[in-house]
C-alpha cells in the first residue's frame, strides 16, 4: 500500500478520570454504578481502563460526576502505558534493538502527533515496536497528507 508522503500518529486508548472524581464526591463504585443504571463492575472496569462507555453512559457520568466530558476521558497514546511498564534494562534493549540512545526512546511518551512526525521517521518506529514485541499498527498509525 502506498500512503504518499506519512503523517504518524499513535494508536491512542480511552482512558478516564472516574476514580478520582467519583472519590472526590465521596463516592463508592457501587453508588456510583447505582446513579447512573450499571453494574459495581462496570465502573470498575472503566476506572481501571479496560472499558469504553457508552454515549448514554458518558453523559449520566458528566451529570453525577458534575465534570464535562473531556475531563472525564481523554486519549492515551498505548505506547506511553507500554514504555512506563518496561524495566530499565528492557528500555536499554528496546533501544539497542532501534539504534536510538534511551533518552530519545524515553521521548516517545512525553510528545504529541505533531512532535511524533518530527522527530521519529517510520523506519524507526517499525524498529521500536519491533523491538517492544509489537507490530507497527498497535502502537502508531500512518496517514496520507492532504
Do not use: C, W
Not at 524507526?124 to 519491533?130: E, F, G, N, P, S
Amino acid at each position: 500500500m502506498n500512503y504518499g508522503e506519512k503523517h504518524l500518529k499513535f494508536v491512542k486508548r480511552i482512558k478516564s478520570n472516574v476514580k478520582e472524581y467519583r472519590e472526590a464526591l465521596g463516592l463508592t463504585q457501587q453508588e456510583l454504578a447505582d446513579k447512573v443504571g450499571v453494574s459495581r463492575q462496570t465502573i470498575y472496569y472503566l476506572e481501571k481502563g479496560d472499558y469504553n462507555p457508552s454515549l448514554t453512559l458518558s453523559f449520566k457520568l458528566t451529570e453525577i460526576l458534575e465534570k464535562p466530558l473531556e475531563l472525564i476521558f481523554y486519549q492515551d497514546p498505548i505506547i506511553k502505558d507500554i514504555l512506563e511498564g518496561k524495566s530499565l534494562a528492557d528500555l536499554r534493549e528496546v533501544a539497542k534493538v532501534a539504534g536510538i540512545n534511551l533518552e530519545k526512546l524515553a521521548s516517545l511518551s512525553e510528545i504529541d502527533d505533531e512532535m511524533l512526525t518530527s522527530s521519529f521517521n517510520y523506519n524507526l518506529l517499525v524498529k521500536i515496536a519491533r523491538g517492544l514485541g509489537m507490530k507497527f499498527e498497535d502502537l502508531f498509525e500512518k496517514e496520507a497528507e492532504n
